[in-house]
C-alpha cells in the first residue's frame, strides 16, 4: 500500500511511511485506565451538578455486558451534545465494562490539555473532510479495522457524522460505518455486535449556540478557553439525562442475503478497494436502520409535546399576545394520548399531576418560554446593550433564534409523526381516497425529505403501511384495499399532522423559489446561503412566509443536499469552493408536485441509495 | 565428493537387489507371469489370486453392510462400560481405550444407557425388484462377464458414506439401488460393456470403492432406465512395472492399499495415500481428483498420472505417449480428472512410482495455541521444507486424539505420560485448553530424514512448539484410519456426524477455522441441538500458496425428531461459510451431487457450459448417468 502511494506521489516509500507514522500519532487514542479513574471522578461531579438524574436502562446495559464477551461491540449513540463524548465512557466505566475507543473529530484534538484528556480517555481523533487523501484514508481504516478484530475494546463512533444542530436525527455517514463492518464482511471476524445507544436530553446544554449556528452565525473553534467560558453553563439546571442501550444488532444476522461476501475473495483483503455498489446498499441500509432505532430508543419529553404545539400557533400570537395555558395544556394531553398510539417512549412521570409536570418543563426552559398570568410567551434574547432601536430584520433574528430553539425539542418527537405526517399531507395534497393514489405521494414524499428525516432506503411501502395502521389506530383514518378515507373524528389529527410538517415544506418552496429566481445559475455554498436566508427574511416580513424555521440553515443545506442527490443540483467546479449549477425547469417541477399542481412522477433514483 | 561417490556405488548396489527382488516376485507368480507384460489380455473367469487381493466380488463377505470397513473390526462398550476396539487389523485392535468412554459423555452428553442400534441385517423385502433390460442381461451373459441382480450386492453399491446414506442404511431404509452389478475383468470388458449399454439405452455407474462422501453413488431417483453399477474392483493387477522411467501400469480397479503392497514386494511405492487408501480405488482416484496425505514428496494424483485410459460412450480416449509434459492443447487428462464417473470408465493407469523409503519418522510438536501453529506451518511452507506430511489438529481435536489413547500396560509409562502433562502445562505455561498439536511425518534416507526434522523443529521453535515424540505423532495417523469406524460407534449412542474440507488461501486459514466452527456452533444452537456440538479442524495439507483444512462436526441428536435433515442443513450453512470465507467447494472429496448447487458459482456460467458441452459430446444419450458435478 505505502509504495502505490509513493508510486502515485512520486516521491520514496520511505517518506510515505514516515507520513503514515505521522497520521497514527496523530490520530491515536491512548488510553488509560488511571486516567478514566480520575475522568470518572470529575465527569461524576460535572454532571451532578448539571443534570438532576442520568438514567440508564439496565437490562439493556446487561445485555452489552453479554455481547461484549461474544463479539466486537460497536457502540453507536445518537450525538446531541458534547456532553454525550463522556458520558458513556463513564457509564461503562461505573458498571465494569470495557471503555469504549472513541472516533472523534480532530479539531477537539487541537485543545489544549483537553485533547490530551481525551485521548487518554479513549478517543482517537479523525480529520473532517478527508475526501482524496488516499493515504490518510488507508491509514485511518487500517487503525479502525484493527481495534475490531483484535476486539480489545469496544468502538465508539457517530454515526451521523457530527452533532445534530437540529436535535434532529442526521443522514448517517457511511465511511466509519463501512470501516467498522467490513472486518465482518471480509471474515476476519465471526461477527460484529451493534448497539444503537439514544441519549436524550430534558434540556440541552448547547440550546442557544446550536440555535445561533443555524442562524448563520459561525460555530466558535473548539478551545480550551471556550470550554472554560462554558463553565458558566455549569450554573444552570439541565433536567435529566437519558441514556438507553438498544438491543445489540447482530451485523451476520442482519446481513442475511444482502451482501456475497465471496466478492472478497479475489484480492487480498488488506488492499483498500472502493466498496461495491451491493456493500454500499448495505452499509447504507444499515447505517439508515441504526439510526432508526437509536430514534425510536430515544425517551421524548413532555416538553417536546408542547413544542409541537407551541409552534403551530402563529409567531406574533407567541411574542405578543401569548398562548393560553389551559389550551396549551389540554391540547399536551391530547397529544399525549396520540404519541401513545403511535408508540412513543414517553417520560411522562405518572405519580405527579399532570399540570404539574407540564408547568415544571416550562419552568425548565425558562431560556425559551415565560408562563405569566395564565398565558405563555416566547421569550427573545435580551435586548443588546446599544440603546439604538433594533431593525425589523433584528427582531425577525431574535425571534427566529427562539423559534429555532423550540424547533429543536419539538424535533425530538419528528420521528414519531413523520411517518403519519406524510400520509395526511398526501392525502391533503392529492385530494383523493384512492389508495394507489396516495401512496406515490407519500413516496415523492419520503424521496425528497430523505436528507430532512431518516427512512429506511427501500422500505417506503412498509413505512406507508405502519403510518396507515396508526392512523387507522387512533380512529383518524379508515383503510381499505383500495380506499383511504378520513373519518370526522380524524380531521384533529389529520390537520395536526399536517402542520407538523408545514414548516419544512414551506421552507423548501423558498428555496426552490431562490433558485429559480432569474440571477441564480451557478452559486457556491457559501453564497446562497445567506441569499436564501435574506429572501426568507423578505418574505417573512412581508407577511408572505409565516415560518421562521425557513431560516434555519439546516433545512437550507438539506434542500440542496436533496436536490444533489436528484441530480437536480450538479457540481460544476470542483475547486476549494464547490460551485453548482441547477436545472430550473426540474426544481419547478418538484416544486408543483410539492404543492399539488401536477401530480407526482418518481424522482431520480430511489431515496438514500446515493451517499 | 567422497560421500557421491560412495552413494551412487550404494545406489547401484540398491538398484541390483529390487532387480532380483521383482525377478523373484515373477517367479514366485508363474500364474500372472504373461499378464505382467500383456495387459490388453484377460484374466481367467475364476480370479486365481483372490486370496491376495483385499477385495472379493461379494463385498458383504468381509465387510459391513451399514457401517464403514471390515466386519470384524469395530469399536463398542464391554461389559464392564469401557471402549474396546475388536478385530485384528490395526494397531489399536483388541485394545482397551479407557478415556473414550468420558470423552463421550463430556463433548456430546451422551450416555451408555441411551442406545440407537441399528437394524442388524438387510431384508431382502425392503429392497425394490431390479428392473431388467431383458436385452442387455441377454446381451452380457453371451459376454461371459460375470453380474448379479442380488439384492445385497445392489444394496453395497447404493452408497457411498455420507451420513445420511449411513444413517438411512441402519434404519433399514433402502431408496434406489442398482437394478445390475457387473464386474468386468479388464480393460477389453469395460469396452464391451459401454457398448451394450449405449445399444440398449442401459444407465452404467462406475462403481471403485465405494467411499465417497459427496453423494456420488446414490442413484438419480428421477432415472427410470435400467441402472448397472459397473464394479471395477476385479480388475486389479499390475500390469508391468517400467523401472527404468520408474512407472507401474495399473488396472484401476486396484485399492490403495493393495497397490502399495503389492508394489513394496518389488520395492516401490506410489507414495499416494488417501485416509480411505484401505478402500478408494486407483480409478476412483483419478475420477475425483484425490490427494494422498504425503502428496507433499510424491504429489497429488494429477501430478502422479503419465497416462489414463477411459471408456467413454464414444470410444476409448487415451495419449500417444508417455512423455512427462506435454504442450498439445488444454490436457486431456484434465477432462478425466474429477469427471466423477459421467464420463466414462477409467480402466488403466501408469502412474510414477518411487522406490520405497530407507527411513520413516513420525514426529509431533505441540504448539500454545492454534494461532502459533498456524503461524509455523506457514513459515515451513514458505520455505517449502515441509515433511511427507505435516497436520495441525486444535485443540478439540487434540483432546480427541488423548481420548482415544490405548490403555498402558505398565505403570512406569503411565507416570512418564503425567509427568510430560505436568511439564508442558505448568512447567511451560502452556493452558489446556488451548494448546494445539501438530502431527509429522518425515520420509527418506536416514541422514536426510534428521536433517530434516531438525530444521523442522527449529522453525516449531520459533513459534513456541515444543517437540513431543513420535508416538503422539504416529497415533495422530492411524486415528485416520479408525476415526470412520468411531462414527458407527457414535451412531450407537444418538451422536451423528461427518467431516468435510476445503482449500484455502494461508492468510484466510484462521479466519475460516473460527468462523465456520462458529457457524456450526450456533446452527446447531439454533435448530434445537440439546447439546453443543463436537465442532473441529485440522490443517491438512500445506501448498505455497494456501492450506487444506479438514472440519469435523458431530451432535448429539437426542430430542430432536429429524436429526438428518438438522444435520443437512448445519453441513449446508458451514458449506456457505466456508465459501464466504473464501475457501474451494471441496479440496479433494468431490462435488457429487451433494455440493453440486454451488458448482455454477465456483467456476463461473462460462466454465460450466464448457464442462457440459464436453460432457453433451462425449455422452449424448447420458449412459453414464450418475449426474454428478453438472
Redesign the interface.
Known amino acids: 500500500m505505502a509504495k502505490e502511494i509513493a508510486t502515485e506521489m512520486g516521491s520514496s516509500v520511505e517518506e510515505v511511511r514516515e507520513e503514515a507514522t505521522g497520521i497514527l500519532e496523530e490520530m491515536s487514542q491512548n488510553l488509560q485506565l488511571g486516567f478514566i479513574r480520575l475522568m470518572g471522578y470529575t465527569v461524576s461531579k460535572m454532571s451532578k451538578r448539571l443534570f438532576s438524574s442520568i438514567n440508564v436502562n439496565m437490562e439493556g446495559l446487561n445485555r452489552l455486558q453479554q455481547a461484549i464477551q461474544e463479539h466486537p461491540v460497536i457502540l453507536m449513540p445518537n450525538h446531541r451534545s458534547y456532553a454525550d463524548f463522556l458520558v458513556i465512557s463513564y457509564i461503562l466505566f461505573t458498571y465494569d465494562i470495557p471503555v469504549p475507543v472513541i472516533a472523534a473529530g480532530s479539531p477537539l484534538a487541537g485543545m489544549k490539555m483537553v485533547g490530551e484528556i481525551l485521548r487518554r480517555s479513549g478517543a482517537f481523533f479523525i480529520r473532517r473532510a478527508i475526501g482524496s487523501d488516499k493515504l490518510y484514508w488507508a491509514v485511518l481504516s487500517e487503525y479502525v479495522k484493527t481495534i475490531v478484530r483484535t476486539g480489545f475494546a469496544p468502538v465508539e463512533f457517530y454515526v451521523e457524522g457530527l452533532r445534530s444542530r437540529t436535535l434532529k436525527s442526521l443522514t448517517p455517514k457511511l465511511g466509519m460505518m463501512h470501516m467498522v463492518l467490513e472486518p465482518y464482511f471480509k ?2 471476524v ?2 460484529v455486535t451493534l448497539v444503537p445507544i439514544s441519549i436524550s436530553y430534558d434540556r440541552v446544554l448547547e440550546e442557544s449556540l446550536l440555535a445561533h449556528e443555524l442562524l448563520g452565525v459561525p460555530k466558535p473553534k473548539e478551545s480550551t478557553t471556550g470550554l472554560l467560558k462554558a463553565t458558566k453553563v455549569l450554573q444552570e439546571d439541565y433536567g435529566s439525562m437519558h441514556v438507553n442501550f438498544g438491543r445489540p444488532l447482530s451485523v451476520r444476522h442482519l446481513c442475511q442475503g444482502k451482501i ?3 466478492q ?2 479475489l484480492i ?2 488488506d488492499l483498500p478497494q472502493k466498496p461495491t455498489a451491493e456493500a454500499q446498499a448495505c452499509v447504507s441500509w444499515l447505517a439508515h436502520l441504526v439510526v432508526r432505532i437509536q430514534e425510536e430508543g430515544s425517551l421524548i419529553s413532555p416538553w417536546s409535546l408542547m413544542a409541537c404545539l407551541f409552534l403551530q400557533a402563529p409567531t406574533t400570537v407567541l411574542t405578543e399576545e401569548g398562548l393560553l395555558w389551559q389550551q396549551l395544556t389540554e391540547k399536551t394531553l391530547w397529544l399525549r394520548k396520540l404519541a401513545l398510539d403511535f408508540g412513543a417512549r414517553l417520560n411522562w412521570p405518572e405519580k405527579i399531576p399532570d399540570l404539574d409536570v407540564m408547568a415544571s418543563s416550562v419552568a425548565l426552559h425558562r431560556s425559551i418560554v415565560q408562563r405569566k398570568a395564565g398565558r405563555v410567551y416566547l421569550v427573545r434574547e435580551e435586548e443588546p446593550a446599544g440603546k439604538r432601536p433594533i431593525s425589523a430584520e433584528e427582531g425577525a433574528f431574535r425571534t427566529a433564534a427562539a423559534v429555532l430553539m423550540m424547533a429543536s425539542y419539538r424535533n425530538q418527537c419528528l420521528h414519531l409523526f413523520v411517518r403519519p405526517a406524510m400520509v395526511a399531507t398526501a392525502i391533503h395534497i392529492a385530494k383523493t381516497t384512492q389508495r394507489d393514489k396516495i401512496f406515490p405521494f407519500f413516496f415523492f414524499l419520503q424521496d425528497l425529505f430523505a436528507n430532512e428525516f431518516i427512512f429506511i432506503p427501500g422500505k417506503s411501502s412498509q413505512d406507508f403501511e405502519e403510518a396507515c395502521f396508526f392512523l387507522k389506530k387512533c380512529a383518524a383514518i379508515d383503510v381499505s384495499q383500495q380506499e383511504v378515507t378520513v373519518s370526522d373524528a380524524g380531521q384533529e389529527v389529520l390537520s395536526f399532522l399536517r402542520a407538523l410538517l408545514k414548516p419544512f415544506i414551506d421552507t423548501y418552496q423558498v428555496v426552490f423559489r431562490y433558485l429559480c429566481e432569474d440571477g441564480v445559475h451557478s452559486f457556491s455554498e457559501k453564497q446562497s446561503l445567506p441569499a436564501v436566508r435574506n429572501l426568507a427574511t423578505k418574505l417573512i416580513l412581508s407577511g408572505e412566509l409565516y415560518t421562521y424555521e425557513a431560516l434555519s440553515s439546516d433545512t437550507q443545506k438539506n434542500v440542496l443536499s436533496a436536490l444533489r442527490r436528484l441530480e437536480i443540483v450538479t457540481k460544476s467546479r470542483v475547486s476549494e469552493q464547490n460551485e453548482f449549477r441547477v436545472n430550473k425547469d426540474a426544481v419547478r417541477r418538484i416544486g408543483d408536485m410539492l404543492s399539488g399542481k401536477i401530480p407526482p412522477q418518481p424522482l431520480h433514483g430511489p431515496p438514500g441509495t446515493r451517499l | 565428493m567422497a560421500s557421491n561417490s560412495s552413494g551412487s556405488s550404494s545406489d547401484r548396489q540398491r538398484i541390483a537387489q529390487q532387480r532380483l527382488r521383482i525377478i523373484a516376485g515373477h517367479l514366485q507368480r508363474p500364474e500372472d507371469g504373461d499378464s505382467a507384460v500383456l495387459s490388453a489380455e484377460c484374466k481367467g473367469q475364476v480370479s486365481k489370486t483372490d486370496e491376495e487381493k483385499t477385495v472379493p466380488k461379494r463385498r458383504q463377505e468381509i465387510m459391513k453392510w451399514n457401517g464403514w470397513g471390515y466386519s470384524d473390526t469395530k469399536f463398542l462398550f464391554n461389559k464392564k462400560g469401557q471402549a474396546e476396539f475388536t478385530g485384528k487389523r490395526y494397531r489399536l485392535s483388541g485394545m482397551i481405550i479407557p478415556g473414550l468412554k468420558d470423552w463421550m459423555e463430556g463433548t456430546f452428553g451422551a450416555n451408555l444407557q441411551h442406545k440407537s442400534p441399528a437394524t442388524p441385517v438387510l431384508t431382502s423385502s425392503a429392497v425394490q425388484p431390479p428392473t431388467i433390460n431383458e436385452a442387455f442381461v441377454e446381451e452380457v451373459k453371451s459376454t461371459g462377464i460375470p453380474f448379479s441382480h442380488d439384492a445385497e450386492d445392489r444394496v453395497f453399491r447404493a452408497h457411498g458414506h455420507c451420513l445420511h446414506e449411513v444413517f438411512a442404511l441402519r434404519e433399514g431404509k433402502i431408496g434406489r439401488v442398482p437394478d445390475m452389478v457387473i464386474w468386468p475383468n479388464c480393460h477389453n470388458d469395460v469396452v464391451k460393456i459401454v457398448e451394450l449399454a449405449c445399444k440398449h439405452n442401459v444407465c452404467l455407474m462406475p462403481f471403485g470403492g465405494g467411499t465417497s462422501v459427496s453423494s456420488a453413488l446414490e442413484c438419480p431417483p428421477e432415472e427410470t432406465r435400467s441402472i448397472v453399477s459397473l464394479d471395477t474392483s476385479q480388475m486389479n493387477r499390475i500390469l508391468w512395472i517400467d523401472e527404468k522411467n520408474l512407472t507401474a501400469h495399473v488396472e484401476a480397479g486396484i485399492v490403495g492399499q493393495d497397490l502399495e503392497r503389492l508394489l513394496n514386494e518389488s520395492g516401490y511405492c506410489t507414495g499416494h495415500e488417501p485416509d480411505s487408501m484401505e478402500f478408494s480405488s486407483l480409478g476412483g482416484w483419478v475420477a475425483t481428483r484425490a490427494s494422498g496425505m504425503k502428496k507433499n514428496i510424491y504429489g497429488n494424483i494429477e501430478d502422479l498420472v503419465i497416462h489414463i485410459k477411459m471408456v467413454t460412450p464414444q470410444g476409448v480416449i487415451e495419449k500417444s505417449c508417455q512423455g512427462p509434459r506435454m504442450s498439445t492443447g488444454p490436457d486431456i487428462h484434465h477432462f478425466i480428472l474429477g469427471s466423477e464417473g459421467t464420463l466414462g470408465v477409467v480402466t488403466e493407469v501408469t502412474m510414477k512410482i518411487r522406490p520405497m523409503p530407507e527411513y520413516q519418522k513420525y514426529g509431533s510438536v505441540v504448539f500454545p495455541n492454534f494461532e502459533q501453529g498456524v503461524a509455523c506451518l506457514r513459515e515451513v511452507a514458505k520455505q517449502r521444507c515441509a515433511p511427507a506430511s505435516i497436520r495441525l489438529m486444535d485443540n478439540e481435536q487434540f483432546k480427541f486424539g488423548h481420548a482415544l489413547k490405548p490403555q498402558v500396560s505398565s505403570i512406569f509409562t503411565s507416570f512418564l505420560d503425567g509427568l510430560k502433562k505436568l511439564y508442558i502445562t505448568k512447567f511451560k505455561g502452556f493452558d489446556q485448553d488451548r494448546l494445539c498439536v501438530a502431527t509429522l511425518l518425515f520420509e527418506g534416507n536416514r541422514e536426510k530424514v534428521l536433517q530434516h526434522e531438525k530444521q523442522v523443529y527449529d522453525i516449531a521453535a520459533k513459534f513456541g512448539g515444543l517437540a513431543a515424540g513420535e508416538d503422539n505423532g504416529q497415533r495422530g495417523y492411524m486415528l485416520t484410519f479408525v476415526i470412520a469406524y468411531l462414527r458407527d460407534l457414535g451412531m450407537d449412542y444418538y451422536v451423528i456426524g461427518e467431516s468435510f474440507e476445503t482449500s484455502v488461501p494461508w ?2 486459514v484462521l ?2 477455522c ?2 465456520v466452527k ?2 456450526i456452533t450456533r446452527e446447531c444452537k439454533d435448530r434445537g441441538v440439546q447439546f453443543p456440538p463436537l465442532s473441529t479442524c485440522r490443517v491438512t495439507q500445506t501448498y505455497d500458496a494456501g492450506a487444506c483444512v479438514y472440519f469435523y462436526f458431530a451432535f448429539n441428536y437426542r430430542g430432536l425428531s429429524e436429526p438428518v435433515h438438522v444435520y443437512e442443513q448445519v453441513e449446508h450453512a458451514a458449506r456457505e461459510e466456508i ?4 475457501g474451494s467447494l471441496s479440496h479433494h472429496h468431490g462435488v457429487g451431487k451433494l455440493r453440486k448447487e454451488w458448482m455454477r ?1 465456483t467456476v463461473s456460467s462460462v466454465g460450466m457450459g464448457m464442462l457440459k458441452s464436453v460432457k453433451d459430446y462425449v455422452d449424448p444419450q447420458n449412459i453414464f448417468g450418475n449426474r454428478n458435478l453438472l
Not at chain 2, 465459501?579 to 473464501?582: I, K, T, W, Y
Open positions: 471474515g476476519e465471526f461477527d456475497n461476501r465471496c472478497y475473495n487480498p483483503r | 492468510d484466510r479466519d475460516i473460527r468462523n462458529a457457524r465459501l464466504a470465507n473464501g458459482d
